[in-house]
């Protein structure tokens, strides 16, 4: 068996630390969201943790590249990986800290192979929802003539706008607001084409066994009747009688049975 690369060898062992601190970050993200009433020290803190975490699913990315035998192909094939690694540092919005985080987290976790596509598809129905969430609320509560203005709000704006319902009464005002509208109603489309192709492959996964187990029953079945007919030629030829046909004329010499 081939052992596994370095790269490899790696992702594997930094999957649940990584996954550790992606949780710590979306409980820093959201507390300055949730209660902006904080201290200040609060809100410090949890902007240190923000860029603590993205520092370290970056620092990842350049362990990757640093143990990755072919550096060049790498960074083709990752550059969504690279461009979440520098858009923070061209500018540090905490909005692009949320952006970057989240792809590094998505990106490594659709390397872990370990985790299921129903497991990634609900774990990303559930964190762009909150994050939606937090993100519009913290954009638009303070916008003048806003509509979302508490958590309650924006949890069902982002729930319609991730479905495309869109019933209306609740919709940003801000550019940026809408900004995050079109990038909740795209990945809500994204994640609806996987959930149906997900469900239509089961399903077909599941006609084709009960076809295979069909198949076989038919095969036993027939490799049974070969064996009877087998079975006849060999009474009759042992009988002295013909080949087993149903019917067939009783040998010459034979007496027939008296009733």
Known sequence: ????????????????????????????????????????GVHRACSYVEWAVWGVFAGDYL?????????????????????AVVLPLVQPLRLLRLVATLLLVGRRARMAPQVRL????????????????LAVLSVERDAPGGNI??????VWWSFTTMTTVGYGDHSPTTGLGRVLAVGLMLSGIALLGVVTANIAAWFISRFERDDQAERLQLAALQELQAEVRALRVEVARLGGGPAGRPGAPAPRGATAPTP
Not at 118 to 133: K, R
């Open 1 to 40: 068996m081939k052992e596994p690369s370095r790269q490899l060898r790696w992702e594997r062992r930094s999957q649940a630390p990584l996954l550790l601190f992606a949780v710590a970050f979306a409980v820093a993200y959201a507390v300055p969201i949730v209660a902006p009433d904080a201290g200040a």
């Open 149 to 154: 203005k508490n958590l309650g709000d924006a």
């Open 118 to 133: 129903t497991t990634y598809v609900a774990g990303a129905v559930v964190g762009l929802l909150m994050f939606g969430s």
């Open 63 to 83: 362990v990757r590249l640093g143990l990755t035998a072919d550096r060049r192909h790498f960074v083709r094939t990752h550059w969504l990986d690279l461009a």
